[in-house]
């Protein structure tokens, strides 16, 4: 085994909290402070290419004429909007709203069987990091991971490579001693700009992006036909596992994937 530790992006990653989570959530939001806005599946798609919900929010208000003109006043708002975002979310997640993707649980019981170190590094915030993990592992979910580098924790978000950068030295560990799961471009970017080898398990809204320089990009965790490079066959498993995980590693082959 040649990954020390595994590196594990939130959103898209761990669960389709996207579409079916924050969109829904913002939505709720608007409504209860007040405001018309919408977000459709495709919209949130596209908003999807700002890094944080804070920033989406402020970056969709400069497509609305009815938003606030001072910087200030939107700044407020995207703060009051965001916050009442985050509670619903969390509402949500607890009411068992979103489950984890396929294979992710059984993958971090891998780690924890074999002494793989697991981390967080999103840019996703705390709370909603939280609300997520308590729902699914419980009220001691943070002791499942050696470090947990958060929004909250960075001053650039993904695709920067601070969130990595964190996580390595928290770790006490080099970058070629563990390995990033990502669904984003963005995330990609972030991990191999911090020298971190990073797995592709695409996600509902990145089904279809440009991927370049991942060890391997696949449909998910959960099933081990459509790889790139394939998972080795006749595994019982039927789902990736830390042994394909440690292989695609070891090669370190970079595959680039248009979807």
Known sequence: MTIK????????TLAETERDGHRVAFNQ??????????WSVERYGELLNVTGGRERLLHDMTTRGEAPALPAEREALARKVHQRKN???????????????????ELMEDCRRRGVRMAITTTTSRSNIDALMRAHLGVEWASWFAALVCGEDVSVK?????????????????P??????EDT?????????ADVPVVVTRS????????A??????PGLGQRQGWRPAAAPGDGAGRITLDDLAEWHQRMELVSDCG
């Open 87 to 105: 509670a619903i979310y969390a509402e949500i997640v607890a009411s068992g709203g979103i489950a984890l993707r396929p294979g992710v649980g």
């Open 29 to 38: 939001a608007f409504e209860a402070c007040g405001l018309p806005w919408r």
């Open 185 to 193: 471009p963005g995330g990609v970017a972030s991990a191999r700009a």
């Open 176 to 181: 070629l001693d563990t390995l990033a799961l």
């Open 158 to 174: 993904k695709p920067h490579p601070e969130v990595y950068e964190k996580a390595l030295q928290r770790l006490q560990l080099p």
């Open 213 to 218: 320089g991942a060890v391997a990009i696949g």
């Open 204 to 211: 509902a809204y990145f089904a279809t992006a440009t991927i």
């Open 5 to 12: 530790a595994l590196l594990w992006d939130v959103d898209g």
